[in-house]
T-cell receptor, first 111, second 113 residues
Framework: GQNIDQPTEMTATEGAIVQINCTYQ??????LFWYQQHAGEAPTFLSYNVLDGLEEKGRFSSFLSRSKGYSYLLLKELQMKDSASYLC????????????FGKGTTLSVSS | DGGITQSPKYLFRKEGQNVTLSCEQNLNHDAMYWYRQDPGQGLRLIYY???????QKGDIAEGYSVSREKKESFPLTVTSAQKNPTAFYLC????????????FGEGSWLTVV
């Protein structure tokens, strides 16, 4: 079976840094993705990791350790508009190019 | 503009009725997907198709059916056999290179009344 775990909720203040963790146990691994989803809207792509290490893209960074089945999304200089759900998703060989998603982490940013 | 179009945005269905959700993409993507989203459940895979005239069941295919007669179209039928169909439905597409992300349509809200 496939299992992807994320914290359900997190809170932070404007200007701070927050780290959202994701652990996975899957049959096969072919990449890990992070998406952002505002309430009632479609998810939008944030980052992709397939090799171990850190990928940086502006205020957002994502890290992967395949041996530990672990990833995190790091958000810097938080803004109010970063209040959203953050979805961790894994591509597994058994589902073609489909992604298997965790339940998402709802981040609330306050002033 | 290139993208994925889902229709209708909002749909109400009476119990016992089948309903079909449309998904069209003009991105020339080979692969298409349907996900369902319930509060607190994340996105769950219903069906996916890697190529025209072929599709595979995802984790929660029971009570749903799909077809893939054209590359750009992947309609989802929610049948009366689906016991709890009220949800947010998301269609997505991608090229079949494993390193590429999938892109989502705007979603369809289905409510059973």
């Amino acid at each position: 079976g496939q299992n992807i775990d994320q914290p359900t909720e997190m809170t932070a203040t404007e200007g701070a840094i927050v780290q959202i963790n994701c652990t996975y146990q899957t049959s096969g691994f072919n990449g890990l993705f992070w998406y952002q989803q505002h309430a009632g809207e479609a998810p939008t792509f944030l980052s992709y990791n397939v090799l171990d290490g850190l990928e940086e893209k502006g205020r957002f960074s994502s890290f992967l350790s395949r041996s530990k089945g672990y990833s995190y999304l790091l958000l810097k200089e938080l803004q109010m508009k970063d209040s959203a759900s953050y979805l961790c998703a894994v591509r597994v060989n058994q589902a073609g190019t489909a992604l298997i998603f965790g339940k998402g982490t709802t981040l609330s940013v306050s002033s | 503009d290139g993208g994925i179009t889902q229709s209708p945005k909002y749909l109400f269905r009476k119990e016992g009725q089948n309903v079909t959700l449309s998904c069209e993409q003009n991105l020339n993507h080979d692969a298409m997907y349907w996900y369902r989203q319930d509060p607190g459940q994340g996105l769950r895979l219903i069906y996916y198709s890697q190529i025209v005239n072929d599709f595979q069941k995802g984790d929660i295919a029971e009570g749903y059916s799909v077809s893939r007669e054209k590359k750009e179209s992947f309609p989802l039928t929610v049948t009366s056999a689906q016991k709890n169909p009220t949800a947010f439905y998301l269609c997505a597409s991608s090229i079949t290179n494993s390193g590429n992300t999938i892109y989502f349509g705007e979603g369809s809200w289905l409510t059973v009344v």
